[in-house]
């Protein structure tokens, strides 16, 4: 919204008016484009942040090995949410001309949306239909549309353990160190971990070439 500063100024007998606009960054919203995996046919939105792009989208591709779920093993939610891969199969899993993103580009993405404590809010669709109240500082300005899709925590070798929905996302980067990039309903700010890469699942955002 515009401000605007009103000054009266008295000449004689009448009353002169200056007013003085100062304009306020305007908001643009994202604009995205689509791109089409070849290999399954799956057309994903992606947008650009900064000098970036990313899919605004979880990856849904269902490779031919490797380990991944369904969370709560219900395949009616891939179409929104994606899935959860392992490390081992998230690296590879991208399509040609896309990478799971480092460390380093997951950092240039957060400092382009104003630092790690602002960065989430502007990461997170808005508003609590598919994220917990209060999901706060959600605005989704960068047009990244992250989702509250939880994660798979449990052993790979034991009975399947799901928990976050609605409240937390996990992200993998592609390095072992400092490996998961996460969003929370209660913060607006977007927090990096470092986990047991075999008691983990997490989503996937593929990052162009």
Not at 61 to 84: M, Q, R, V
Not at 179 to 206: D, E, T
Request: negative net charge; aromatic residues 16%; hydrophobic residues 30%.
């Amino acid at each position: 919204m515009n401000k605007k500063l009103i000054l009266i100024l008295l000449t004689g007998s009448l009353f002169s008016s200056i007013i003085f606009t100062n304009c306020e960054e305007e908001i643009i919203p994202p604009e995205y484009e689509t791109y089409t995996d070849n290999r399954d046919r799956e057309i994903y939105d992606y947008v650009k942040i900064g000098n970036q792009y990313w899919m605004s989208e979880n990856l849904r591709f269902k490779p031919d090995s490797g380990k991944y779920w369904a969370y709560n093993n219900n395949e009616t939610d891939i179409i929104l949410y994606g899935y959860l891969y392992s490390w081992e199969t998230a690296i590879n899993v991208c399509p040609t001309g896309w990478h799971l993103p480092s460390n380093a580009e997951w950092t240039e993405l957060s400092d382009f949306l104003g630092g790690s404590v602002a960065a989430g809010g502007k990461m997170k669709t808005e508003g609590t239909i598919y994220w917990n109240s209060p999901n706060t500082d959600a605005t989704n300005s960068s047009g990244f549309s992250a989702l509250p899709c939880g994660s798979y925590t449990g052993s790979y070798l034991e009975n399947d353990e799901f928990d976050g929905w609605g409240n937390l996302t996990y992200f993998w980067s592609s390095e072992e160190q400092l490996n998961i990039w996460w969003l929370s309903a209660h913060y607006g700010y977007l927090g990096s971990s470092m986990v047991n890469m075999h008691h983990q699942s997490a989503s996937v955002r593929c990052i162009k070439d």
